[in-house]
């Protein structure tokens, strides 16, 4: 496309025919409010708060979606448009639920922030405040649609990045909202429960199914024993749902839940580790079976299973696919399994008491923990899950000034990681720690890249691949696997799963292992993470996780010393007796 | 100008022999002959036929369609109905040579949900031209072919919008798109489409076969030809007439027998509300745009129970999508009801309404917003007296 000249509040300038006016202000450093608007999502055009006027036009433009034309000339703050945006903005507010001190979103809000940067003291169109309507009630997510200003953010996330699409806009006018197919609830629809839509709404519409208070009672609960697991992602979100820079605090992050009171902080880094374990001996006996038993029962390409969204995706819309899914647990119940058994006995503590937390960066996780088959403890094995945010709220309410914490460590048992583990909160993460062990199970050697970083599995496209070829000569007793190219697929973001897994269903590739994550980003842009997300969020998420992989003493999986001391006390061996007992799993079809 | 029936007139053109006159003649010529009669499309928003088919024709894109618009939602319209019920011979004429035209072999009336009893007439008549070899495969012994098929409404307002009715078409909610992409470029599937009214449709016979300078003669300046208006309320003969642009309202309601006039309501709901006063204001796109319907309020009516009927339309009808529509309907209902009840007593009171008017022509994202406040506006500042002078600001 050529350039073209435009002028933008009197000043001309030279921008790309055909990019919006929005991207072209945005360009020429002239700022426009928005709604509806989000980067990883069509143009809806609905909120009309991005209106502007162009000379020529009888009606004002919406920036967002019209493109520019040779010698346009835009006006973003004439006096029709500054009273157009301030009258929308109060439309929109009157028809809000405006109790902002009890809402979840408060202070991060986007309707707060216009309100504010727009001076709305006084409303006109303000009518009977309304009340509060909570419309859905899922393990994960909860929707109150008093707070919903219809910029279908939230429809169009499920659609369009997940091709979920349970959510839709029903009814017409001024009694139009988001609902589910007939009005079921997200908890009787294939809803994800993956909470992309919390992470994109602009208000607090949508938010995760809080167990802060039931948490904070567990803790001041003197007969109860508390630990609490992080995930890989929560080190490089909690900051930033802090209000401070994205970076990666993990040093912090303990010291601030010691400081809420648990009786132990450990880390889902460690069943992460212990994950690659199980995966990679399930993978290389798939692989066996296949290969030399010609075993036509065994499913192949192996999937990951450590995330909940897609485990829920896959029993609604591929259910013939599910021999294909690892039977492992994600880390977060391998954990609950564990903490309920191995930690109780190390600890002494009677299991009964043990109160197992997780703080995760994900809703779906919420749902997870509920599933009926997760009590192979003896116990329900996760009893509470947190999201980052939730955290975040937790540490705030505390009063704790986590910026000015000093780094503690994790305590013992379950506690250690390594780089292999960390990297699970990444798209690609999870194959990367996985072949790093594979490799060197089936090899006897390290996988041969530069500094063990498998850089073609990692990055933010969509789906990525990546063939490696065994050598000649093979660890005794995997001698089959010599000269084998394996390969294998990462993908994340359900959409971009549909895509893959319609090719997997019609034998169209011939991957041996797929890493899916069900959210855009892997874990590190999961339901539970900090909002605002968009592209740039979500890469400086991921250059803080890879950071701290580099500077990990334990960059494999098997070189986690808990990990061994797990297997040697035990387990006993990789899908051994145990291990099938407490960290494998079945699935069930659903429709 | 008076009244004129040419699309109604008794005697009628032969069936086909506009088609046959346009297909010996070439695409662009055809295109040229209708944008040259200036006519401009008869659903209301005015736009020139002869552009947007020009565009249409321009557009690259396959399975071109030519889309009659026969969802006639507006209240106080029944032009189309009677249109498609005694001249659905050459509605299908038009949208051939529209066909043609733009080079498109697929045509889609999309009817309102109401008019169901009229689709085996309509199938007959297609019968019929299909026999003659007007429609079909190789027209008239050309490589032209066309066909049209008959998709019912989804019975909302909204859904006669161009691009809701598009949307609607292909099993979507009936909710108005982003413009751009018109549809001339990208329309019902993505193809380059035309969506006319069906009395632009039926028009363009007479264009062709009389030529544009006779159809430049009818109408006043730029607008050109006949139009159907549909005529109702306090009259003595209600229906619909046909009369030149550029007529007075006064010269249409005398044939239509209206003695007393508080009010007359052109272009439906969303129309122009004018007082006794303004008689002899002509029906033009210039002055009082015409639509298709004519409401005629004797003295009797209460003008505030009239806004309220017309608001409380918009209110149902307003697809809730976008936020100055969706909330601002309700808002000028309120407002009415207030001024009714006595809460509101002055026009300082209600400025913020008016603003609020403005804004939403200014900033709905279709037609349907962006012209249910004129009734707001027209009626209040027009028939409504304040202690501080009338409702207008
Ligand atoms: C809310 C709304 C309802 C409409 N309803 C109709 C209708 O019932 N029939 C119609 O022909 N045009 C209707 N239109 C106008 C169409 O969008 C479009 O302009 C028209 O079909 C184009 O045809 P024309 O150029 O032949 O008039 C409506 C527009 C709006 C905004
Ligand atoms: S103006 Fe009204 S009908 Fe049109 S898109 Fe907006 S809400 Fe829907």
Not at chain 1, 488 to 500: D, S
Request: charged share 25%; net charge negative; glycine share 10%.
């Amino acid at each position: 496309m050529p350039n073209v000249s435009v002028t933008i509040n009197g000043v001309t300038t030279s921008v790309r025919e055909g990019v919006t006016i929005l991207d072209s202000c945005k360009t020429a450093g002239v700022e426009i409010p928005t709604l509806c608007y989000h980067p990883d999502l069509s143009l809806a055009g609905n909120c009309r708060m991005c209106l502007v006027e162009v000379e020529g036009w009888k009606t004002l433009a919406i920036a967002c979606v019209t493109p520019v034309t040779p010698n346009m000339v835009i006006n973003t703050h004439s006096k029709k448009v500054r009273h157009a945006r301030r009258t929308v903005l109060k439309l929109l507010l009157a028809a809000h639920n405006v109790n902002c001190p009890e809402c979840e979103r408060n202070k991060n809000c986007e309707l707060q922030e216009l309100a504010e940067k727009h001076n709305i003291t006084f409303n006109e169109y303000q009518t009977s405040p309304k009340p509060s309507s909570i419309e859905e009630v899922s393990p994960g997510i909860m929707r109150d649609n008093s707070r919903c200003i219809m910029c279908t953010r939230c429809v169009r996330t499920c659609e369009e990045l997940q091709s979920v699409a349970v959510i839709r806009p029903v009814g017409r006018s001024a009694s139009v909202n988001i609902s589910t197919f007939m009005d079921l609830g997200l908890n009787n629809v294939p809803c994800t429960q993956c909470g992309q839509c919390i992470n994109r709404c602009p208000t607090g519409a949508l938010f995760e199914t809080s167990e802060i208070r039931q948490v904070w009672e567990a803790i001041e609960d003197p007969e109860k024993f508390v630990v609490v697991q992080t995930a890989p992602a929560i080190r490089v979100g909690i900051a930033e749902a802090l209000g401070l820079p994205t970076d990666r605090t993990t040093g912090k992050m303990v010291a601030a839940i010691r400081g809420l009171g648990f009786d132990r902080v450990l880390d889902t880094d460690f069943t992460a580790d212990l994950t690659i374990i199980e995966e990679g001996h399930e993978l290389i006996s798939r692989l066996k079976k296949v290969l030399v038993d010609g075993d036509t029962d065994t499913a192949l390409p192996m999937t990951t299973s450590c995330s909940p969204g897609w485990i829920k995706f896959i029993e609604h819309k591929y259910p013939d696919l599910l021999p294909n899914v690892s039977s492992c647990k994600s880390p977060q119940q391998m954990f609950g399994a564990l903490s309920k058994t191995y930690l109780a006995g190390k600890e002494g503590v009677d299991p009964s008491k043990v109160i197992c937390v997780s703080i995760m960066p994900c809703t779906a996780k919420k749902y997870e923990k509920e599933r009926p088959e997760m009590r192979d403890s003896g116990y329900k094995d996760v009893d509470y899950v947190l999201t980052t945010r939730e955290l975040a709220s937790m540490i705030q309410e505390a009063g704790i000034d986590f910026d000015n914490l000093h780094d503690e460590k994790y305590d013992r048992w379950m506690g250690d990681s390594t780089g292999a583990a960390v990297i699970f909160g990444a798209t690609g993460g999870v194959m990367e720690a996985a072949l790093r062990t594979a490799y060197e199970i089936v090899t006897g050697q390290e996988i041969p890249f530069e500094g063990l970083n498998i850089i073609p599995v990692r990055g933010m496209e969509g789906i990525k691949d990546a063939a490696i070829t065994m050598p000649d000569k093979m660890a005794s007793g995997f001698e089959f696997l010599a000269g084998v190219t394996l390969k294998v697929a990462v993908v994340h973001g359900l959409a971009n799963t549909r895509k893959l897994m319609d090719k997997v269903r019609a034998g169209e590739v011939d991957y041996h292992f797929i890493e899916i994550m069900a959210c855009p980003g892997g874990c590190l842009g999961g339901g539970g993470q900090p909002i605002p997300t968009n592209p740039t969020v979500r890469k400086k998420r991921s250059d803080a996780i890879y950071e701290e992989d580099a500077v990990l003493h334990f960059r494999k999986s098997h070189a986690n010393p808990e990990i061994q001391l797990l297997y040697a006390e035990f387990l006993k061996e990789p899908l051994g007796h145990k291990s099938h007992e407490l960290l494998h799993t079945h699935y069930t079809k659903r429709d | 100008m008076s009244e004129k029936r040419i699309l109604t007139a008794a005697e009628q053109p032969e069936a086909g022999a506009a088609l046959k006159k346009s297909l010996e003649m070439t695409k662009a010529d055809v295109v040229f002959e209708v944008r040259e009669s200036n006519m401009r499309g008869r659903g209301g928003a005015g736009f020139p036929t002869g552009v947007k088919w020009n565009l249409a024709g321009a557009a690259s894109g396959a399975n071109k369609m030519v889309i009659c618009n026969a969802d006639e939602g507006e209240p106080g319209t029944f032009k189309d109905k009677l249109l498609l019920e005694k001249y659905a011979s050459k509605l299908l004429e038009g949208m051939t040579i529209g066909g043609y035209a733009i080079g498109s072999s697929q045509g889609i009336i999309y009817l309102r949900a109401e008019y169901p009893y009229l689709v085996p007439g309509i199938m007959k008549v297609r019968e019929e031209l299909i026999s003659k070899n007007f429609l079909g495969e190789g027209i008239l012994g050309t490589d032209f072919s066309f066909d049209v098929e008959i998709r019912m409404g989804a019975g909302a307002y909204v859904c006669g919008e161009e691009t809701s009715l598009i949307e609607s078409l292909e099993g979507k909610r009936g909710e108005p798109r982003n413009k751009p992409p018109f549809p001339v470029n990208s329309g019902y599937l993505s193809r380059p489409t035309i969506v006319n009214n069906v009395e632009t449709f039926v028009s363009v016979p007479y264009i062709i076969l009389n030529g544009s300078e006779w159809y430049q003669d009818l109408g006043i300046g730029s607008c050109t030809g006949t139009k159907l208006f549909s005529i109702s309320g306090d009259v003595e003969n209600p229906g619909v007439y046909e009369f030149q642009m550029g007529s007075t309202i006064g010269e249409l309601l005398e044939v239509a027998g209206v003695k007393d006039v508080q009010a007359v309501q052109v272009g439906g709901a969303s129309g122009t509300t004018i007082s006794a006063g303004e008689l002899d204001r002509k029906l033009s796109f210039e002055d009082l745009p015409p639509g298709g319907s004519v409401i005629v309020f004797n003295s009797s009516r209460n003008m505030m129970d009239v806004l309220e009927n017309f608001l409380e339309f918009f209110v149902h009808e307003s697809c809730g999508q976008c936020a100055p529509c969706r909330e601002g309907n309700v808002r000028l209902l309120d407002t009415a009801r207030a001024i009714r009840g006595g809460k509101i007593t002055s026009r300082e009171e209600l400025k913020p309404f008016f603003m609020l008017a403005e804004v939403m022509k200014l900033g709905s994202k279709c037609g349907l917003g962006q012209t249910s406040p004129n009734c707001f506006v027209d009626i209040i500042t027009k028939f409504i007296d304040f202690p501080d002078g009338k409702g207008g600001m």
